[in-house]
Each structure stands twice: as C-alpha cells, then as structure tokens.
C-alpha cells in the first residue's frame, strides 16, 4: 500500500533554531500534501496546504513566514519551524493525497514531535 | 511493527439505518486507538478514542466505538445515520512501545444516501 514517510520522527532543539521537518510519499505522486499541528489532548489542527509547484495555502491564524513550506516536487513537502520557541513544541504530521485516477486517497506520515527547550 | 486497515474503501447505508464503519489494528504494545472524520475541504476532526478502560467509547456527533482486544478491532458505529454524515472517516492508532508516533488506516468514505 501507499506509504508516506516523515522524518524526523522526534526532535529536539534550542530556542532560535529552525527546524526542517520531510514529508515523502514513497510510491506514488501527491500533487497536494497537508500539514497539521496536534495541541495535547487536541484534536489535529489543519495548519497548510502544500501545492507542487505554487505556494502553499495557510489557514487562518498560521503564521506564514514562521512555517514555512516547501513543495519542489511531486514527493517532497518540507515544513521548516523558523527561529523556534517553546510554544512551537507540539505534534506535526503531514498527509498526502495520491493523484491516480479513481477514488483519491490521503495516507498520512507517522509524525514529529517537536520539542523546542 | 504497528498497522491500521480500514477493509472497505466506501460505506454506503440509509438515513436512518446503523452504520459500521470498520478498522483492526496490529501493534505490539498497547494500543491508543482513535477515530477522526474529514469533511469537504476540512482538516481532520477527532471522534473519539480509546485508552484505557470501558470497551464501548462514545463520542461527538452521536459515534461510538468499541475496542475489542481479542479481534484487534475498534470499529465505529452510530445508531442511525444522517445525511450529514456523508465524510471521510480514519481510525489511527498509536503503540504505547513507539511513543508519540501515529499510524492512520488509508480511510473509509461514508455515503448516507437520504
């Protein structure tokens, strides 16, 4: 079945440091990939969509230039936390949509957790 | 290693009938079982989840869910479907020997035809 890898699983890191988190979708093409944020005992928050090729659309409240994000090709979605603090420690995962014909299905990374001390 | 399957790719049931949607689970420790739903152009919503304790977990909207250890499953039901609960449903579970890290089963699309 479909699978999509994110990596890094868990990571940790000081304040001021930006971190790059990858979302890859391993047999097959996503035009569209999604990044979600997850509060603790919070349901997933809906943070941005990842077009390839075109800039990604943020809901409203996500802060653009402090996640940034990055669809270069039909595989890899990147999400990099700029100048990180502690309120940015949370639960990140990425889905991907798979662009074959028939039903379009979304297939979800295992997550990051992010820890910034 | 931890897996989801969700067998059926569409449900379709009768405004007013009961629905099942189903999904087993393969993990090595214990398992955090969860349901969430999409809606059109939405971001995942939680149902429910299961932790510990009673089997039968009720949830938002009128869903409930229960775990059976014994057939790895935790499927989620409601006694009478809405149009409204016409939406994409995923079960994800999470193994208490792998931390924080989800597995989300590929989604059952749940038709409720009026």
């Known amino acids: 079945g479909a699978v999509v890898s994110q990596h890094p699983s868990r990571v940790i890191c000081k304040s001021g440091t930006s971190v790059k988190i990858e979302c890859r979708s391993l047999?097959?093409?996503?035009?569209?990939m999604f990044w979600y944020r997850q509060f603790p005992k919070q349901s997933l928050m809906l943070m941005a969509t990842?077009?390839?090729?075109?800039?990604?659309?943020?809901e409203q409240g996500v802060e653009k230039d402090k996640f940034l994000i990055n669809h270069a090709s039909l595989t890899l979605s990147t999400l990099t936390v700029t100048s990180a603090h502690p309120e940015d420690s949370s639960f990140y995962i990425c889905?991907?949509?798979?662009?074959?014909?028939?039903?379009?299905?979304?297939?979800f990374g295992s997550g990051t957790q992010l820890s910034v001390l | 290693a931890q897996s989801v399957a969700q067998p059926e790719d569409q449900v379709n049931v009768a405004e007013g009938n009961p629905l099942t949607v189903k999904c087993t689970y393969s993990?090595?420790?214990?398992?955090?079982l969860f349901w969430y739903v999409q809606y059109p152009n939405r971001g995942l919503q939680f149902l429910l989840k299961?932790?510990?304790?009673?089997?039968l977990v009720k949830g938002s909207y009128g869903f409930e869910a229960e775990f059976n250890k014994s057939q790895t499953s935790f499927h989620l039901k409601k006694p009478s479907a809405l149009v409204s609960d016409s939406a994409l449903y995923f079960c994800?579970?999470?193994?208490?020997?792998?931390?924080?890290?989800?597995?989300f089963g590929p989604g059952t699309r749940l038709s409720v035809l009026p």
């Open positions: 993990v090595s420790g214990n398992p955090y």
């Open positions: 889905s991907a949509r798979s662009t074959g014909t028939g039903t379009k299905k979304l297939f």
């Open positions: 299961y932790i510990t304790g009673d089997n």
């Open positions: 047999d097959f093409q996503a035009t569209t």
């Open positions: 994800a579970v999470r193994d208490s020997n792998y931390g924080q890290n989800f597995v």
């Open positions: 990842s077009n390839e090729g075109s800039k990604a659309t943020y």
